[in-house]
């Protein structure tokens, strides 16, 4: 029944036709308990439903507060196999360094391959009690409801006003809807409606005591049909009884009083459950077969207290719930929450679900220290409580721990490292050390350990306590703590030590897959930082096939694939290199969490970069926000944006990317990072400072071998700018640099020849440099010899030859839309005499269809055919994130605001084009 709210329900309405067409909506319903909320939404999702809609509705909770996920997880559950994924996240069981984050991206996932199915309506009701990581996709979705045919619906109550709904309510924005009492008019018309008939004057009268509130009005008019103190009289129904109950509460009560005993007891332990709960669930917790509650539950459903929901069956109006949850006394109510949790426990059911029972429980009962029960549950629970919520960890384990040294030890000292707590982390570490005697946890603990020493810059301290500890542990425990002994020589800086001691961890391994994958990994990192990449290649090979046959192994495995793909890059081989980083930004964008994602999406920009598609590159480098992204990361990401922009002669985008990169470069302290540097030199240069651009990079230049990588592409700029500054002495130091580099690999064959071709002003080697940078596969390097060559060829007075290179070099700077250097090119060659002749193609459009990438064209097109972002990801195997950015660079470059107009346009292209 819908009476009154009027405004609000056209506008409900207007939002469920507009996603028909495409234009996704966010709305945000608010109003005090029983005022119309649900009645209003639920209006509108049958009317969806009716259309062929997808309608999936969850709950906000105060029982889940502390767990992340629980309302969208509720609302998508099905057989979905992302959903079991998202599970394995938040259990803990696959490494992944942000499980929330990872398994917020598998719902997010699934609500998108939804919309491309049918327009779809996500309900998340009681939005008051959601958790931040629920508040945060949330939001995400708000913003992606634009470009899909979704509905994304909340309802919240005025309080309590938390930081996560206070978010929400900004991402609803304009989308707010309030919902006030009913005026005198619609109170008249619902009354009417409930008595059907007339509404008296003194029923009226007590009927203005409910103040507006429909589901007062409703439950007042019940109660008093229910106690006969209303009947009809000469034409209209009048109160005929001084029964009316005094509040919504009471009302809620009288209606639950007409019930049996045995059906309020059945919907006492349904209370306990929340909201929305399943049968099963019900005949766990009070002790029956799931065929001894259904009885009760259909006529619990036959008086108005519950209604269907899908497969499961849900209070009428949470209030209902309330009435009887919160009837009981608060020490009772603890008492039954934690007997739930032992009886869902025993029944099998998720720990999600037990837990929520748990910590309500434990909330409620304030107890100091937790019974044997709980402790057993911990142990077993703990791992997924640390990788959803460390700080609720800490808040359990704390109660537990007794200091005995027991399992729940470590895992406190694990959850207070999580929640950045390196100190308090310390403090429990050490103290179970001192009284476990179990070989297991001294390892954890000593892991532990190791983390809060590295992020300290303490790393040393943990070579001594390593070391006393591997005395008297079994073989395969040791090998354990020499792999981390191996990674602590790792951090600092002792290359050759780490490579020792992780290949006694690998010997001492005896198939433990854990120190075999972690000792692959120190190996693999120490062959390259030698440099001797080819070494890496099959060390890589050996522990990915370690961690794929170990789910617990992901994170690792993750690691593992994007070094792997910038090792294959090291060594020019491109197209594995490039497939193998794609390959691990969509395992990343599933399963891992955001560190890996933002590593893996940098890892491509930068190889991208080398071969040429600078615009996919810049794609990829900008998909994420830096505050998702290691301080190195978001460097090297701003650096390779700089110099993109630089290069093509737009000086204000690279002095914002170069702004931005300031504040992660302070985090980073003297570490190379060769974009950013290389960036910052040829802002200087531009702005007329080649000194300090000069300056720069001699700062970055080291003649260790171990850096050397890193600086192996800042060579031949630092050559070319010493050798116009007068500076011959820093010239040859940089170019004998370049010839010690590892000189089988065709680009550093290309750099030391460039090098050393600048100094001697020899055109030959410069050409030479031009044929190893194109057999590397870098065209933009290519571009820089054959420029360099072309000045040289065109001084000592060879006009043709300077010609032919400068054609070949101006065509690569065309390609890439390096207006910066081919402006260059042309002032030096003009200076001669020599300019291009005529042009075999026109040069690169900036706006317009033209100035569309290969892969913008083909994301234009499915976007025609009317592809959502999804689908189009699926089909040309990128991720989501990067498909959105074509679609926005699209946009951007076609000067257009929607896909539709995109549309139009791919209609039109291919009309004139035939």
């Known amino acids: 029944m819908s009476v009154g709210h009027v405004r609000q329900r056209r506008r409900l309405d207007a939002a469920v036709d507009a996603v028909r067409s495409g234009r996704g909506r966010v709305l945000l319903v608010e109003g005090e308990p029983g005022i119309g909320k649900t009645t209003l939404v639920r209006a509108a999702t049958d009317r969806a439903q009716a259309l062929g809609y997808t309608i999936k509705w969850g709950y906000g909770d105060e029982l889940g507060q502390d767990l992340p996920l629980l309302p969208v997880l509720d609302a998508l559950r099905g057989d979905d196999p992302r959903l079991a994924s998202a599970d394995r996240l938040l259990r803990g069981e696959t490494g992944a360094t942000d499980p929330v984050a990872a398994a917020s991206r598998q719902l997010q996932a699934i609500i998108t391959d939804l919309c491309a199915t049918a327009p779809t309506v996500l309900v998340v009701d009681d939005l008051q009690w959601a958790d931040r990581a629920t508040a945060a996709l949330w939001c995400r979705l708000a913003r992606l409801a634009r470009d899909l045919p979704l509905l994304v619906l909340g309802m919240t109550r005025l309080a309590p006003r938390g930081t996560e709904l206070l978010a929400i309510r900004r991402a609803a924005g304009s989308g707010i809807v309030p919902l006030d009492r009913l005026d005198d008019g619609a109170v008249t018309a619902l009354v009417s409606d409930l008595v059907a008939g007339t509404p008296g004057t003194r029923l009226l009268a007590l009927a203005d005591g409910a103040a507006g509130n429909p589901l007062y009005l409703t439950e007042l008019v019940d109660a008093l049909r229910r106690s006969g103190a209303i009947a009809a009289q000469e034409g209209e129904v009048e109160l005929t009884g001084d029964l009316a109950p005094g509040s919504l509460g009471a009302a809620i009560a009288h209606r639950l009083d007409f019930l049996p005993e045995k059906v309020r007891g059945v919907l006492g332990a349904a209370a306990l459950l929340g909201v929305e709960f399943d049968p099963a669930d019900v005949a766990a917790v009070i002790g029956e077969r799931v065929t001894d509650v259904i009885e009760a539950l259909e006529e619990a459903r036959a008086a108005g207290v519950l209604r269907e929901s899908a497969d499961r069956l849900a209070f009428r109006h949470p209030l209902i719930r309330s009435a009887i949850h919160d009837d009981l006394p608060v020490a009772v109510r603890a008492v039954l929450h934690r007997d739930a949790a032992v009886a869902l426990a025993g029944s099998g059911a998720p720990i999600r679900r037990v837990a929520r029972q748990y910590l309500r429980a434990v909330d409620l009962s304030g107890t100091a220290r937790l019974d044997a029960w709980s402790t057993a549950w911990l142990v ?4 997924a409580l640390i990788a959803q919520s460390p700080a609720l960890a800490v808040r359990l384990l704390g109660r537990a721990v007794r200091g005995d040294g027991g399992p729940l030890a470590a895992r406190l000292a694990d959850a207070r490292y999580r929640t950045g ?9 050490h103290r179970a050390l001192a009284v476990t005697t179990d070989p297991d946890l001294i390892v954890d603990l000593h892991w532990t350990l190791a983390q809060c020493r590295a992020l300290a810059g303490r790393s040393r301290e943990s070579l001594t306590a390593l070391a006393e500890a591997c005395v008297g542990l079994p073989d395969r425990h040791r090998a354990r703590l020499l792999v981390l002994i191996a990674r602590a020589h790792r951090d600092l800086g002792e290359v050759d030590l780490a490579g020792v001691v992780a290949a006694r961890a690998l010997a001492a391994a005896d198939n433990d897959q854990w120190t075999i994958g972690w000792a692959l990994h120190v190996l693999t990192f120490v062959a390259v930082m030698r440099g001797d990449v080819a070494a890496a290649l099959p060390l890589f090979d050996r522990a990915l096939a370690v961690t794929d046959a170990e789910p617990a192994l992901l994170d690792l495995r993750l690691l593992l694939q994007i070094n792997q793909a910038v090792a294959f890059g090291d060594v020019d081989r491109y197209p594995e290199a490039i497939a193998a980083a794609t390959a691990v930004r969509t395992l990343a964008e599933q399963a891992g969490g955001l560190v890996r994602l933002a590593q893996s999406h940098s890892a491509l920009g930068e190889l991208l970069f080398d071969v040429g598609r600078w615009d996919d590159a810049v794609t990829e480098v900008t998909a994420l926000a830096d505050e998702v992204k290691d301080p190195g990361v978001a460097c090297c990401d701003h650096g390779n944006a700089a110099l993109i922009a630089l290069h093509r002669g737009d000086p204000d985008t690279g002095a914002a990317h170069l702004a931005a990169a300031a504040e992660p470069a302070k985090r980073i302290g003297n570490r190379v990072i060769g974009s950013l540097a ?33 600086m192996e592409d800042l060579l031949p700029e630092t050559v070319r700018l010493a050798l116009a500054q007068g500076d011959l002495t820093a010239a040859e130091y940089a170019a004998g640099l370049a010839e010690k580099v590892d000189v089988s690999v065709a680009h550093r064959l290309g750099a030391a020849a460039f090098c050393r071709g600048l100094i001697d002003r020899d055109p030959v080697a410069l050409a030479q440099a031009g ?8 065209p933009f390097a290519r571009g820089r010899a054959l420029h360099a060559a072309a000045i040289v060829l065109a ?10 290179a400068f054609s070949a070099a101006d065509d690569l700077y065309d390609t890439l839309g390096a207006a910066w250097d081919a402006a260059g090119l042309r002032s030096a060659l003009h200076a001669h005499g020599i300019r291009r002749g005529p042009r075999v193609r026109h040069r690169v459009e900036r706006t317009g269809w033209g100035s569309l990438t290969p892969t913008e064209t083909r994301v234009a097109a499915l976007v025609a055919q009317g592809l959502s972002n999804p689908a189009i990801a699926d089909r040309l195997v990128l991720s989501r994130r990067t498909v959105a950015t074509h ?3 699209i946009l951007a470059k076609l000067g257009m605001a929607s896909r539709t107009e995109i549309a139009r346009e791919a209609a039109a292209h291919y009309r004139e084009s035939g």
Not at 795 to 804: K, L, P
Request: charged content about 30%; overall charge negative.
């Open 678 to 710: 290389l960036a910052r030199a040829l802002d200087h240069e531009r702005r007329g400072q080649a000194d300090r651009a000069l300056a720069g990079l001699l700062g970055c230049l080291s003649e260790s071998a171990q850096e050397l990588e890193e």
């Open 380 to 383: 077993e629970a703990a791992p």
């Open 795 to 804: 001084e000592a007075g060879n006009s043709i030859s300077a010609r032919a």
């Open 421 to 429: 707590d390196a100190s308090g982390a310390e403090e429990v570490a």
């Open 887 to 889: 679609v926005s660079h």
């Open 771 to 778: 044929e190893h940078y194109l057999a590397a596969g870098r």
